[in-house]
């Protein structure tokens, strides 16, 4: 007994069950504090994000000799019969205010303007504020930018003033970023919450996983807040948000396909920790498959140039890592621990039937069963018809004035700024180049389509050179966030590129995002293939098989290009959302291929046991049967999880969150139910190759037509 127990027996023993707890303990007692810190060793300064080796990033490090890291926050007076006198005493007044300001990292000396539209009867004027941006720069930007407002007030009487420019915008995105933690961890716990009373039918049971989860969270919460302050890992609101969904999506799958086994063993076994050690035993491989698929997954992004996606690797890596590590360790020594009662008012007691052998997953494997070939075809064909959707897909990148569902004083600004001022003002292109060639490089930008000719200057507060290079700053005539505009940024660089001996280098907030597409473009030829290779490796191990999980990993793909095809037609004629951002295909891949196969996962090895025991297209069917509900389940689990991404006010993670929860809805409900389950039927014993169990005896093979009558 104690073999078929192995190192379960070191988890829910009579004796270790109250050791694992112990530890547990131990470590939720040294980690707690250190959990809440998380925010506080967020990085969320540009080069944080922008890919390591662009040219904008080097602008960046580059700049900190002459000045300070600032952004600008721009005021924007408008009247669309024209300023008043006293509209333009109140402008010179607030500018005199600004000026005193020095909270919050703003620079008030350094204010400019006010500039006009038009020097006769000027209809609108801007202020440029700059705001230091040093390594507390993103924790005191909205503050920053509040502290203008009650300088410059909210207008009225026909007077708009608004708040916009990078400054502007950057505190808006703070502010929708403030509370994220919390937000998403409300959010995720109460569909967990839900899903758990819907699944398990009893309210004391949900929290065992719930407590686990929990547990999981702060643990890793606080090994990476370690991590960030003392070995250098990158952390930002982005990841910390995808932490908080992945350990409480994953973590709560894992207790759901440990507790749908631990059931049936109780109904097999009288000692309880007997039939826990049994469970661990036969589905824990699956569940330490799955983790560890996701684990090296996320581990993929490592190789990104994207800063934050390649930060994002490690830090989801270690969420899920610890929370595999909690739910093959604290969650059964505490289900153990408590006893069946947990499950009150459904107890499985000693001797009860197995429902799941009359269920409707048993009669849905019989009814594929009949035929196999014609359900996946037909199913193959509708989720490639879904997959059509790709043609309305546009991940080109999302711009300011789309980047929110809802429209804060920023947007309403730099709308209001765009009909009177050029498009890119507020947010310049940066050069620097060597002093020797400077002026050289200043009338190849001023002559370059797509730039103002007389906004070039040095901007406020900077030196005049450092270590023999200068600065200077020039407007684009087009939206800063706009593809005109990275067009202008693309030609500016191939016109100061050409000078030569000028070492010229451009960047700027266009030539970010500019940069940031092209990054974000590698990453996704190079990370998907290694994601998608991971997974094979990982399932031709688990399976011992080539032709499984060749089969498996087609569905995979299948199923990512429905999802996607879908969410777009969602986006354009549902939501109305202007379009997706450049990483929205690699981050939806990640996830969906991740996470997805932990399905696949559970479902193959339950039929690869039971294929052992009576054949593998009778397997098939008691597989899906014996693991059809509690799949389920976790798949409406994980969906409801990553739908709270959409309780944020941000498109991009609304849109991930959207995907996310359809492809794994499609996954559970769809590919793994019925397209896996039909395929692995029609193909038979083959599909173990070169396993022995491709070589089962004509007996087994004829076992379908038996399945097949049962049906009836």
Aim: hydrophobic share 50%; proline share 5%.
């Amino acid at each position: 007994m104690t073999g078929n127990r192995g190192i379960a027996h070191l988890v829910c023993g009579r004796r270790a069950k109250w050791l694992v707890l112990a530890l547990w303990l131990v470590v939720l007692f040294l980690t707690a504090p250190f959990a809440q810190k998380l925010t506080d060793a967020q990085d969320n300064d540009a080069q944080s994000w922008l890919p390591g080796s662009a040219e904008s990033t080097q602008v960046l490090q580059l700049s900190e000799g002459f000045r300070p890291e600032q952004i600008p926050a721009v005021v924007v007076y408008a009247r669309d019969g024209g300023l008043t006198a006293r509209d333009r005493a109140q402008i010179q007044q607030d500018v005199g205010q600004l000026k005193q300001l020095r909270e919050h990292g703003v620079r008030g000396a350094e204010t400019r303007g006010p500039v006009y539209d038009r020097q006769d009867a000027p209809r609108a004027a801007q202020i440029y504020v700059p705001i230091t941006m040093d390594e507390k720069g993103w924790e005191r930007i909205a503050p920053a930018v509040g502290s203008i407002r009650d300088d410059v007030g909210t207008g009225g009487h026909g007077l708009a003033v608004h708040i916009t420019g990078p400054g502007g915008t950057s505190a808006d995105f703070s502010e929708a970023f403030e509370g994220i933690d919390s937000t998403l961890l409300l959010s995720a716990m109460a569909v967990v919450i839900v899903m758990l009373l819907i699944t398990y039918r009893s309210p004391t049971l949900l929290l065992v996983p719930l407590l686990s989860v929990v547990v999981a969270l702060f643990t890793a919460q606080a090994l990476i807040y370690f991590l960030a302050t003392h070995a250098g890992l990158t952390v930002n609101g982005q990841s910390a948000g995808i932490l908080t969904v992945l350990v409480f999506g994953a973590g709560t799958d894992y207790a759901l396909l440990l507790v749908a086994r631990y059931r049936e063993e109780l109904r097999r076994h009288e000692d309880r920790h007997e039939a826990m050690a049994l469970a661990l035993h036969r589905a824990g491989p699956a569940v330490l498959a799955s983790g560890a698929t996701v684990v090296l997954s996320m581990l993929v992004l490592l190789a990104a140039e994207m800063n934050s996606t390649r930060g994002l690797g490690p830090v989801a890596a270690i969420g899920v890592g610890v929370a595999l590590l909690a739910m093959l360790t604290l969650f059964p020594a505490l289900l153990v621990i408590v006893g069946r009662w947990i499950f009150w008012p459904v107890v499985p007691h000693f001797g009860s039937a197995d429902p799941t052998e009359r269920g409707v997953w048993a009669r849905t494997g019989r009814r594929i069963a009949r035929r196999p070939r014609l359900v996946w075809a037909v199913t193959a064909l509708v989720l490639a018809v879904c997959s059509l959707g790709l043609i309305q897909l546009r991940a080109e990148g999302i711009g300011n004035a789309d980047a929110f569902t809802g429209k804060p004083d920023s947007i309403v600004g730099q709308e209001v700024s765009a009909r009177y001022f050029p498009a890119g003002s507020g947010d310049p292109l940066v050069v620097v180049t060597n002093q020797a060639q400077a002026g050289e490089v200043g009338r190849a930008v001023a002559g370059t389509r797509g730039v103002v000719p007389t906004s070039l200057g040095l901007p406020p507060g900077a030196k005049p050179s450092y270590e023999g290079r200068v600065l200077f700053e020039a407007t684009l005539t087009d939206p800063a966030d706009s593809e005109a505009a990275k067009a202008t940024v693309e030609r500016v660089r191939d016109a100061v590129h050409a000078v030569p001996d000028a070492d010229a280098k451009v960047g700027g907030g266009t030539a970010a995002l500019r940069d940031m597409d092209a990054a974000t473009t590698h990453d996704n030829v190079l990370i998907i293939p290694l994601v998608l290779a991971v997974v094979l490796l990982i399932l031709c191990v688990l399976l011992r098989a080539l032709v499984a999980p060749l089969l498996l990993i087609g569905t995979v793909i299948l199923s990512f290009a429905s999802a996607l095809g879908i969410s777009a037609l969602a986006f354009r004629y549902v939501f109305d959302y202007a379009g997706e951002g450049t990483d929205f295909p690699l981050f939806v891949f990640v996830f969906l291929v991740a996470l997805g196969i932990d399905y696949n996962i559970f479902l193959t090895t339950r039929i690869r046991e039971e294929a052992a025991r009576q054949g593998t297209r009778e397997g098939v069917v008691t597989g899906l049967a014996a693991t059809g509900a509690v799949i389920t389940s976790a798949g409406l689990v994980l969906a409801g999880t990553f739908a709270a991404l959409g309780t944020l006010p941000m498109v991009a993670f609304a849109e991930i969150g959207f995907a996310v929860a359809l492809g794994v809805l499609l996954d559970t409900l769809v590919v793994r139910s019925v397209l896996v389950t039909s395929l692995f039927l029609d193909v038979g014993p083959k599909v173990w190759w070169p396993h022995r169990l491709a070589h089962e005896d004509a007996t087994a093979t004829e076992r379908p037509a038996e399945v097949s009558r049962s049906a009836g």
